[in-house]
Each structure stands twice: as C-alpha cells, then as structure tokens.
C-alpha cells in the first residue's frame, strides 16, 4: 500500500493507475482534513468483496 499526497495523485493518474491494474498495487490518496481515499483496480476490490460477501454467509451458516 502506498500513500500519495492528492496533488502528485491528480498529476500522475494515469501511471497510478495503471501501477493500481498491471501490479496489483493499492494507494491512499492523501487529502485535506483526513478525507483520503483509497485507489485499487476493480479486480482487487472485486475479490475484497467477495471474501467479505463469504465470511457473512459462512457467519450466518449458509
């Protein structure tokens, strides 16, 4: 994971993106008064989602 302050985010998109798709890297993108975001490709979030989506139904015992 990778901090980045959201002046360098704004100026390099395109490069952190595509470090985000091709590497599998993952960034926070530092803003004013702690309202930072996280930058990953659809297919990290996508697997994210699933374990969470998985760990509820194994909670619920399905």
Do not use: C, H, W
Not at 2 to 21: H, P, Q, V, Y
Not at 41 to 57: D, F, G, H, P, V
């Amino acid at each position: 994971m990778i901090a980045i302050a959201s002046g360098d985010f704004l100026k390099e998109f395109t490069l952190i993106a595509d470090r985000a798709n091709e590497e599998g890297e993952t960034f926070i993108v530092q803003r004013p008064d702690s309202r930072n975001v996280v930058l990953m490709s659809l297919e990290t979030y996508n697997a994210i989602q699933k374990k969470l989506y998985e760990a509820k139904r194994k909670e619920a015992g399905e």
